[in-house]
């Protein structure tokens, strides 16, 4: 009987090996496969027990921080309360993770590359979370939040030469910890879910004329001395255009087209230019594209010309968009404030264009930096020559422009103002300001707008707000 | 060195097992709760002493047994005692109590059946007893229904699994059946030596019947084809009982509710519908799996899974205690409990190899088959390989019969182990 016992043994090896090699298969083979199954939670529970790192402003303020509950799991304090709800987002196991909380979750996990983890498996060294140092400035951003003074509109401003974000502010805000306290999103206040910095998508109105005197400039096609006629109405694209409240003017220089916004000039300029020569020109500062920044895609939207009735954005080329009233901010346009602070940005870096960085380098629990976020460029919109004509056009907006609320005490500053009209019969605007400053040196950049402002303009109220800005960051 | 010698030395893996095991729940644990507990160290000491008497009575009573059965049964013992440990504190102090009991029937059936060929005498009663066993939880007030199959008797406070001793009572009948028809059957198929086969195979389909359970009419029917195929030596039979029992389980497959949803949770375990479903879904074996993929190639390491809130593995100290060692110990160290097994097999063949007459070859080799294929049917289930069905892993999972009828399993093997080995 011995011959067939053998044999069974041969069986049960075979069916031990598979076994083995079932185990295998879960373990190693599909192994990424089940731990990114949606049905599977414990990566969620598993990173409850990581003390996730904090997330500080640049100076080392404390924007978000873990602290230790009983049961040894990690919860997310935001000391600063309301002040960063935008960017900075939260990050809770019920209600998920946004903003930089999700954009830089490995790295505040501390999950580095497979190597070590296995190494510190087998010695036993627990996960610890690495710190994100941000390039924010709580105290600008708080000046930014007052200024906006809970009217919906948001403030960007960076540092052109790098594209650090030194302030990002959108109202309304949220505070995470309320979130936390109700454990619902429902605290978020009505409006207050979206980065109206990267997210809203807002008429420019007169700002983008930086960007028809960029592209008239840098083409060769216009000097900033052309002159052009500013009267008032004109016809563009077979409508008659106006001027703000009608103004007249003669044969004017684009510069002083420029220093008073009319509207007539550049959309003859826009006309003249064409829809492909506007296409490029605007390409170039990172329209029709999902605005560049460390955010998660889901949070950033994309600047460009929007025709009723249609979803997607359509070239400025298209037969059906009046180019002439894109080259003055209107007919269709739609520009996220960020992507208006990129526009004064590129102008102010010499016509080279920064990404934008909210993350300025991770450093571990011992205070060694594991990761510099290095400044990276998006490539140079205009001629070194043509950012510096533009710049000093800019600047004669604020000394004897529109923009003279954004005057500084001794600083020049370099802007251009922007009125919007959301609704012409009850007088319903929505100001913007872009600026740099000061116009020798600059050293930030800055978009601000407010949503709705009943007759307001971009001059007496957006041009304020980016005044107290920049006044707390070139202190 | 001689046997016992050898028995005692194979002891310190095990004790270094428990000990080291314990050590690392216990720091785990002391990391989270600052109150320091000694209920750790006193369940490791306590199961020490244990496999310290087990080892003197075999000493005393069987000088002759083979050396490696009893280690590699503590090895076992103590990877689960320490998981179980790790799960639940006072599960553990229960299975430590289990395995108290465990030892004391050990040593019962060994002092009472040194000479167990008088078993010979009681098949019929010994069948009966098997079969009353079985059909006992489907008996009025004494059914204790877990998951929809019928496996448990609850007598009072303790559920108790007649089918762990069942499968001990049908191998022993088996075995005494087999050795008296065994060369008739080997010499011409006549279909009267079919009858038993039929019996038994109509049993195991009434078994899923009655008691619903595919993973362990597998485990019956697998050990009887195995006892019938080593007495015979006629792969024909075996073939036909296999495609019997095939056909059977694909008839109630398709009919019975049960069986027919372990199925379907086995086929798609991540289909929304089975993955959410309150009754009888595929969460439990999709949450098996998933734990696995966190285990890896070296796992977490002891007492570091995630096991909070409990919901994340159901019935981790039962059936899905090889799933929460896999999270552990990573695929390495699953590997090398399934080989700890294989080589308990290893040595249960080599005892029937040894033993002189058939009925001891046949008891040892039905044993080692049933127990060889429980580990299958488990942990085949916990990994997908088949349909998950609620038997236990043998001295590793949870459960008081469990550890009483797998005792009783290898003091009977240790009992023919001496016999064969005696010197003559």
Redesign the interface.
């Known amino acids: 009987m011995n011959a067939p016992i053998v044999r069974l043994f041969a069986v049960m090896l075979l069916l031990f090996a598979l076994l083995v090699a079932w185990t295998s298969r879960w373990t190693v083979l599909q192994q990424e496969e089940l731990q990114d199954n949606a049905n599977n939670r414990r990566g969620l529970l598993e990173e409850l027990r990581v003390p996730r790192g904090p997330i500080r402003d640049r100076d080392g303020a404390a924007i978000a921080r873990s602290v230790e509950r009983p049961d040894g799991t990690y919860q997310r304090r935001y000391p600063l309360g309301n002040l960063f709800g935008h960017p900075v987002g939260y990050s809770f196991a019920t209600l998920g993770r946004t903003g930089l909380e999700q954009e830089y979750n490995d790295e505040l996990l501390g999950k580095e590359d497979a190597v070590s983890t296995v190494l510190d498996q087998i010695v036993g060294k627990d996960q610890i979370g690495n710190e994100l140092r941000t390039t924010l400035d709580a105290k600008a951003q708080r000046v930014a939040i007052q200024a906006l003074g809970g009217r919906r509109g948001a403030v960007v401003a960076l540092e052109p030469q790098t594209g650090k974000v030194r302030v990002m502010a959108s109202e309304p805000e949220f505070d995470a910890n309320e979130l936390r306290e109700e454990s619902s999103l429902d605290a978020i206040p009505e409006g207050g879910a979206v980065n109206r910095a990267t997210q809203g998508q807002y008429p420019p109105g007169s700002t983008f004329k930086v960007v028809t005197t960029v592209a008239a400039i840098d083409t060769g096609r216009y000097t900033k001395d052309s002159m052009i006629s500013g009267k008032s109405p004109k016809v563009i694209s077979g409508t008659p255009l106006s001027n703000s409240h009608g103004a007249q003017f003669g044969n004017i220089t684009l510069t002083e087209a420029l220093t008073k916004s009319v509207n007539t000039v550049f959309g003859t300029v826009g006309e003249e230019l064409g829809g492909d020569t506007m296409q490029e020109y605007m390409e170039r500062f990172g329209f029709s594209s999902r605005v560049e920044i460390d955010l998660p895609a889901g949070e950033r939207a994309s600047s460009g010309v929007r025709i009723p009735g249609r979803e997607r954005f359509v070239k400025v080329d298209d037969r059906r968009v009046d180019v002439g009233r894109v080259a003055i901010g209107q007919g269709g346009l739609l520009a996220t404030p960020l992507q208006m602070a990129q526009v004064a940005s590129a102008v102010a870096n010499g016509g080279e264009l920064m990404k934008p960085q909210l993350g300025d380098r991770i450093v571990d629990r011992e205070g060694r930096t594991v990761e510099d976020i290095e400044p990276e460029s998006l490539g140079r919109v205009m001629k070194a020559s043509t950012a510096q004509e533009v710049g000093d056009m800019m600047a004669g907006v604020v000394r004897e422009g529109t923009g003279t609320a954004a005057a500084l005490q001794g600083v020049s500053v370099a802007g251009k103002t922007g009125t919007a009209e959301r609704n012409v019969q009850t007088d319903l605007n929505q100001p913007w300001f872009i600026a740099f400053a000061p116009r020798e040196n600059p050293k930030i950049a800055i978009a601000a707008t407010i949503e709705e402002s009943q007759g307001g303009q971009g001059g007496t109220v957006a041009a304020p707000i980016a005044k107290a800005v920049l006044e707390e960051l070139l202190r | 060195m001689s046997a016992r010698n050898r028995e005692l030395l194979a002891l310190v893996p095990a004790a270094l097992l428990v000990a080291g095991g314990f050590a690392a729940v216990f720091l785990q644990q002391d990391?989270?709760h600052a109150e320091v507990s000694n209920l750790s160290l006193t369940i490791a000491a306590w199961f020490l002493g244990l496999c310290l008497g087990a080892h003197i009575i075999i000493r005393f009573t069987l000088p002759h047994a083979d050396p490696y059965l009893f280690p590699l049964v503590a090895i076992l013992a103590s990877v689960g005692l320490v998981e179980i440990y790790r799960i639940d504190e006072t599960l553990a102090r229960d299975q430590a109590t289990w395995f108290v009991g465990g030892l004391v029937v050990f040593a019962a059936t060994i002092v009472l059946l040194r000479d167990y060929r008088p078993l010979e005498r009681y098949r019929y009663t010994i069948a009966l007893a098997g079969i009353v066993l079985l059909l006992l939880p489907r008996v009025p007030f004494l059914d204790a229904q877990v998951n929809g199959a019928y496996l448990g008797v609850a007598i009072g406070p303790i559920t108790f699994q007649p089918a762990e001793l069942a499968k001990i009572c049908m191998i022993i009948f088996l075995a005494s059946y087999l050795r008296d028809t065994r060369q008739v059957m080997a010499q011409k198929l006549r279909l009267k030596d079919l009858g038993p086969l039929l019996v038994i195979w109509g049993t195991s389909m009434v078994l899923l019947v009655f008691i619903r359970d595919l993973g362990s009419s597998l485990m019956f029917f697998g050990g009887f084809l195995?006892l019938v195929?080593?007495?015979t030596?006629r792969l024909s039979l075996v073939a036909v009982g296999l495609g019997m029992f095939a056909a059977g389980a694909a008839f109630f497959a398709t009919t019975v509710p049960h069986v027919k949803d372990r199925i379907a949770a086995w086929q798609d375990p991540?289909d929304p519908e089975l993955?959410n479903a309150q009754v009888g879904g595929s969460y439990q074996i999709?949450q098996s799996?998933?734990?696995?993929?966190?285990?890896?190639?070296?796992g977490?390491?002891f007492g570091q899974a995630?096991l909070?809130p409990r919901s994340?593995l159901p019935a981790a100290e039962t059936d899905l205690i090889y799933a929460l060692i896999?999270n552990e110990l990573?695929?390495f160290g699953?590997?090398a409990l399934?080989g700890v097994?294989?080589f308990i097999?290893?040595r249960g063949?080599k005892t029937?190899?040894l033993a002189e007459d058939?009925f001891s070859?046949?008891l040892a080799?039905g044993l080692t088959?049933v127990f060889?294929l429980q580990?299958?049917v488990i942990?085949?289930g916990v990994?997908?390989?088949i349909p998950l069905t609620g038997v236990t892993l043998p001295f590793v999972s949870y459960g008081g019969s469990s550890v009483i009828a797998n005792f009783i399993l290898l003091a009977l093997l240790l009992t023919v182990s001496n016999r064969a080995r005696a010197p003559r």
């Open positions: 990391e989270l195995a195929y080593v007495a030596s991540f993955f999709a799996l998933f734990a696995q993929a966190d285990g890896g190639l070296f977490t390491g995630v909070e994340i896999t990573g695929l699953a590997a399934i097994y294989l097999v290893e063949f029937a190899m058939s070859k046949l080799t088959a060889a580990v299958f942990v085949g990994t997908k390989l």
